[in-house]
Structure formats: C-alpha cells, structure tokens
C-alpha cells in the first residue's frame, strides 16, 4: 500500500519512508526496519525522518522496547472493505469511480 497521493510529492527518501510505515500502520518500524525498505543510505533517512517529524506526518515513540515510528493517520489511505472482498481490480476502481 502507498501513502495517500497529496502526500506523494516529497522528497523521494520521504515517500518511500511513508510507503513503509503504511505497510506497518500497528506495528510501527525501527529506524532498521526503515533501512532495509528503503533505498536510501543513513544520512538520507535521518534528513527524510527528521523533514516528516517537523511535517507532524510521523510519530516517533520511545517505550520500554526499541524506538519505533509510525504514519500519521492522514497519510495512511482508507481501506475500502468491498474493493478488496470482491476481488476488483484497479481498472475495476477506476470504472465504478467513473461511473462506467
């Protein structure tokens, strides 16, 4: 799953940040987990984190365990229950969307 589209035209370090977090919206991620899904080296995830801390679009928490960051609730898309029990595809989407 990607970010929400008004969300997408950040830096590209950025989006693929929010695009990991969005695939783990209850768990969280350690600044690790973010390294291995992103292609970015350390110095580019650090600047992107910090950039989307300021933005308020993630949250970072520190509890008895390992840091972990999460996507702000505006980033992650809202899931459509009938799209995804029917099986329709994104050409389908479009359709129904459309009104074709």
């Known amino acids: 799953m990607q970010a929400k589209r008004e969300y997408r035209d ?20 350690t600044v690790f987990e973010l390294r291995s899904n992103v292609e970015a080296d350390i110095d580019e995830l650090e600047v992107a984190l910090a950039e989307l801390k300021d933005a308020k679009l993630i949250t970072v928490e520190n509890g008895d365990g390992p840091m972990r960051i999460y996507p702000d609730d505006r980033v992650v898309p809202e899931f459509d229950p009938d799209d995804h029990e029917t099986g329709s595809s994104l050409l389908d989407g479009l359709r129904k969307r459309l009104g074709l």
């Open 10 to 29: 950040r830096d590209r370090t950025e989006v693929a940040v929010l695009d990991a977090l969005v695939n783990r919206t209850e768990e969280g991620a």
